[in-house]
């Protein structure tokens, strides 16, 4: 960060465990004062994640913005609607809302000089489960080596360090979701994240291949070769 010529951070805080952790890693790194972290709720975000988001920055100790993007996204909607005509709505109207995020995110670093930390995980992006210039954007991504099980253990860990959880219970206990349509969860998309992270474990650290990592744990061979066509297209 400061070999860049910043001094401060912004994160956008969604309630789950991947920001949270990446604002509990920057405060340790750079102070809460230097610390800035922004709730974006859209169409789908529940109520839950938003006191979440709120309540990481209070025990944080860091300012906080709750920045809507519900106009952001019916705008561009509305823009895009004769070029959409008769098409279903798919993954393009989840991106735009990630990517309204990202427009906040990168306007508040523009305008504070401040540095903007992306909280994607190593699972996630090693399988493009992920926007591109939506929650993709910043200058620095903190726990982008950082496999999924692992963000649980240094969220305990985080916790376990002062007389009180920083990371509140409900962020880390809930199922991950990236909340951009309704009832959405992480799993609708993706296996198990114990199975994720063992077979990204083995295909890209010990370079195994399909039929060595099934019969190793004994997953089922077309859910390895899916995952590693997710790897290859990401």
Not at 75 to 96: C, H, K, Q, W, Y
Request: proline residues 5%.
């Amino acid at each position: 960060v400061h070999k860049c010529g910043f001094e401060k951070a912004i994160i956008g805080l969604s309630g789950g465990i991947d920001s949270a952790l990446t604002a509990s890693i920057a405060v340790d790194a750079l102070g809460a004062r230097n610390i800035t972290g922004v709730g974006m709720p859209g169409p789908y975000s529940s109520p839950g994640s938003i006191q979440d988001a709120r309540e990481l920055a209070t025990n944080l100790g860091i300012r906080f913005e709750l920045l809507s993007i519900n106009e952001i996204y019916q705008a561009a909607r509305e823009t895009l609607t004769p070029v959409f005509a008769g098409m279903a709505e798919d993954s393009t109207e989840e991106n735009i809302q990630s990517r309204a995020r990202g427009l906040l995110l990168m306007s508040m670093s523009n305008k504070l000089g401040a540095l903007v930390l992306s909280t994607g995980n190593k699972s996630e992006l090693a399988v493009g489960y992920c926007t591109l210039y939506g929650d993709m954007v910043g200058g620095l991504a903190v726990i982008s080596d950082v496999p999924k099980t692992l963000v649980y253990r240094l969220s305990e860990y985080v916790n376990s360090r002062g007389s009180a959880p920083v990371i509140p219970r409900s962020t880390i206990e809930k199922p991950p979701s990236a909340e951009l349509r309704p009832d959405q969860k992480d799993s609708d998309f993706l296996p198990p994240y114990e199975v994720l992270d063992q077979i990204l474990e083995d295909y890209i650290e010990a370079s195994r291949t399909a039929e060595q990592i099934a019969e190793a744990h004994g997953f089922d061979l077309e859910l390895v070769k899916r995952v590693l066509r997710m790897v290859a297209r990401s």
